[in-house]
């Protein structure tokens, strides 16, 4: 079992940059995949991006691609997400998830995840 808690949400304005961080209660990501989703009222779940903690492959949505990185921490038990340049389209929960064994074109799969986290508000206004 992992249990994850995301940090980092909040309420900007349009143009400024958050970064979220999951992190894993008792034990490593050491061999998990750490993706990221979010959801915005009345949408589906989306996929914002991932890491594959071996080898440090990462995946990214369309829809935040070129402004977010996702990276791990110093501590192996935590991953980023860098959010950039936000807007008020990406105000959303952001939930953060974490699956083991998820090959590299499965990483954007929010099925391919087992363990999620309770999810952190983003709310971007103009």
């Known amino acids: 079992q992992v249990q994850l808690v995301e940090s980092g949400g909040g309420a900007v304005q349009t143009g400024d940059s958050l970064r979220l961080s999951c992190a894993a209660s008792?034990?490593?990501?050491?061999?998990?995949?750490v993706g990221w989703f979010r959801q915005a009222p009345g949408k589906e779940r989306e996929f914002v991006a991932a890491?594959?903690?071996?080898?440090?492959?990462?995946a990214y949505g369309d829809s935040m691609k070129g402004r977010c990185t996702v990276s791990r921490d110093n501590a192996e038990n935590m991953v980023n997400l860098q959010m950039n340049n936000l807007k008020p389209e990406d105000t959303a929960i952001y939930y953060c998830?974490?699956?083991?064994?998820?090959?590299?074109?499965?990483?954007?799969?929010?099925?391919?995840?087992?363990?999620w986290g309770q999810g952190t508000q983003v709310t971007v206004s103009s």
């Open positions: 890491f594959r903690w071996n080898g440090g492959a990462t």
């Open positions: 008792g034990r490593t990501f050491r061999g998990y995949t």
């Open positions: 998830a974490a699956g083991a064994r998820i090959i590299i074109s499965s990483m954007s799969m929010a099925r391919a995840y087992d363990y």
